[in-house]
């Protein structure tokens, strides 16, 4: 997730917004799809960079920045880049994890992120693309759902063995200035936890459907959340 700068005449004027860039299929996943429009498509690769420039904005965004009216294809300039409104988020939702309480939130496509964040650096951000594909990169909250059957404590006997094998994969320490070596940072452990017994002592403050088993995965390197 990253803070952005949204403007629209007349809605928003260099409103600071945060944003979480993710995958397809996220709010599927989730289970709960978007209150108005299509949602987030499908990433279609070689398609024109354009056509993944597209939002799904937070209801509470939808109710303050624009008064309860019709966004559907609307275009909002985000960090000067512009991009296409394609829904609306189910009331209460902001995010798979506690703590994200922006009224102010939209979700993108994960493939946008370089450009989006390059437009506020005023140019290329390397650091940004790289994060995409680096084995350590400490970018990513993944979501899934657990398979019926399969306690948290199964499941985190399973992560652990992927973040094993992520922690053989790590690249070298890298040189940071002169003569500086920036430390490895290995996944140490992985453990899974119910998101609802831990937001909000146990309530649905995060806005996730009521049925279904959720649950987050937690990891030196990053988060990974499952439901």
Known sequence: ?????????????HATTRVHFVTDGYFAIVGLPP????????????APAESQLVAVISHAMWEDAFGRKDVMNRTLMVNGVSVRIVGVAAPHFNGVL????RRLLMWLPLATRPAILAASSGGANSSSAAALSNVDSTLFEAVGRLQPGV????????????ATHATSQ?????????????????????????LRGWAAGGSNAIG?????????????????ATL
């Open 1 to 13: 997730e990253s803070d952005v700068v949204a403007d629209m005449p007349g809605a928003l004027d």
């Open 35 to 46: 209150a108005q429009g299509s949602g987030l498509p499908a990433t279609v690769p070689g």
């Open 98 to 101: 506690p703590g994200t309480d």
């Open 151 to 162: 306690s948290p404590e199964q499941a985190t006997a399973a992560v652990r063995v992927v």
């Open 170 to 194: 790590m690249t070298p320490p890298r040189t940071v200035g002169l003569n500086a070596a920036k430390p490895q940072a290995p996944v140490y452990d992985a453990t899974v936890a119910r």
């Open 208 to 224: 996730l459907p009521a049925e279904g088993p959720v649950a987050a995965v937690f990891a030196a390197l990053g988060t990974v």
